[in-house]
């Protein structure tokens, strides 16, 4: 086939742009509807995949199973999702009589590097790796990649945590992706209960506090040991990375844009409230000396790091309450010199 000098220039220009690679852990009920229903929808807004698709070369890399696969290639906003990504469906297999919920996090890690491998051999510019339950703001992606557009090698920031249970028949109205202040809203006032056992004021505080969250009644203010990279520059070191990609995956960004405030990358994660994790919460109220021993088993020592980094929800303009920020600033400081953290 003999290309004229109009496709020529057309093909030379998709290979020049930047590849920017996105993958995701999509299988089962009701995860798989989540996505379809409200990631796909959120992203094909004009604002986010559309808005991006003539800067960058755009792949979506899903990984599911055979059961899935059906349901994901018969849907609107799959088909619709072939406009804008080369969309690669990759099948994963079960072990006989395996807890399918219940291994998402090690197949997660070993999507990781699947995605992380093909995105060094493609020579991509970013890759993200995401789960099947976030939703996107208008103009959120323009906006993340603006991060590092300006230099930076990564973008961290922790998706607001809601119940899918109380908001989907509201996604249900929406024809794309809300506005930040509109998805902020509607995630604060229906939070997940992993974020309610998390309130730093809560009489049932969580012995598992991955966040510490202050309530403000305009806005939260969280500190957390888990980050999420919610797009990063691939690298050959991050083939070291061995457990959760939210505790790993930061350490091997050189220059990373720490989103202070949420609307810096507004997303949310819209997850069912029966989604199997029951928070281990005991009878008594948030303390240091609770919170530091908890750190210090495992590898969650590594992370209390994280832990200088503020994060306002939905950003440090709305967030009213100065005392409670510099409360909260207290017990970081607190907590930090118990565990040693430098």
């Known amino acids: 086939m003999v290309l004229n000098r109009s496709q020529r220039r057309k093909l030379k220009m998709?290979?020049?742009?930047?590849?920017?690679?996105?993958?995701?852990?999509?299988?089962?009920?009701?995860?798989?509807?989540?996505?379809?229903?409200?990631?796909?929808?959120?992203?094909?807004?004009?604002?986010?995949l559309p808005a991006l698709a003539e800067r960058y070369s755009l792949e979506y890399g899903i990984f599911t199973d055979e059961e899935t696969m059906p349901m994901l290639t018969r849907h609107p906003n799959f088909l619709a999702l072939g406009k804008?990504?080369?969309?690669?469906?990759?099948?994963?297999?079960?072990?006989?009589?395996?807890?399918r919920f219940g291994s998402r996090y090690p197949v997660l890690v070993q999507i990781f590097?699947?995605?992380?491998?093909?995105?060094?051999?493609?020579?991509?510019?970013?890759?993200?790796?995401?789960?099947?339950?976030?939703?996107?703001?208008?103009?959120?992606?323009?906006?993340?990649?603006g991060h590092m557009e300006k230099g930076h090698d990564g973008v961290m920031m922790v998706p607001i945590r809601s119940a899918a249970d109380a908001l989907l028949p509201a996604f249900g109205q929406l024809k794309g992706a809300p506005d930040d202040r509109t998805l902020f809203e509607m995630a604060y006032n229906n939070l997940h209960h992993l974020w309610d056992s998390c309130h730093w004021e809560s009489a049932k505080?969580?012995?598992?506090?991955?966040?510490?969250?202050?309530?403000?009644?305009?806005?939260?203010?969280?500190?957390?040991?888990?980050?999420?990279?919610?797009?990063?520059?691939?690298?050959?070191?991050?083939?070291?990375?061995?457990?959760?990609i939210d505790a790993d995956v930061p350490a091997?960004?050189?220059?990373?844009?720490?989103?202070?405030?949420?609307?810096?990358?507004?997303?949310?994660?819209?997850?069912?409230w029966s989604n199997g994790h029951v928070p281990s919460a005991a009878n008594h109220k948030a303390s240091v000396?609770?919170?530091?021993?908890?750190?210090?088993?495992?590898?969650?020592?590594?992370?209390?790091e994280y832990l200088s980094h503020a994060m306002y929800y939905p950003d440090k303009r709305t967030f009213n309450e100065v005392g409670i920020a510099m409360r909260a600033q207290g017990i970081i400081d607190e907590l930090q010199s118990k565990l040693e953290v430098k």
């Open 14 to 48: 998709q290979l020049e742009k930047p590849r920017y690679i996105m993958t995701n852990l999509v299988y089962g009920n009701p995860y798989t509807g989540l996505f379809l229903d409200n990631q796909l929808k959120t992203l094909l807004d004009p604002s986010n």
């Open 84 to 99: 804008y990504c080369d969309v690669n469906l990759v099948k994963i297999s079960w072990p006989p009589d395996s807890d």
């Open 113 to 145: 590097h699947q995605s992380l491998q093909h995105a060094l051999e493609v020579k991509a510019k970013y890759l993200s790796v995401w789960v099947a339950d976030l939703v996107f703001a208008k103009d959120c992606l323009p906006r993340i990649l």
């Open 205 to 244: 505080f969580t012995r598992m506090p991955y966040s510490m969250i202050w309530n403000s009644y305009t806005g939260l203010l969280a500190h957390h040991f888990g980050i999420t990279p919610i797009v990063f520059e691939p690298k050959e070191s991050m083939r070291n990375v061995k457990g959760v």
């Open 252 to 272: 091997f960004c050189n220059k990373p844009y720490w989103c202070e405030d949420w609307t810096d990358a507004p997303v949310a994660g819209v997850e069912p």
């Open 289 to 304: 000396e609770g919170v530091a021993k908890w750190s210090k088993i495992g590898t969650m020592l590594v992370q209390a």
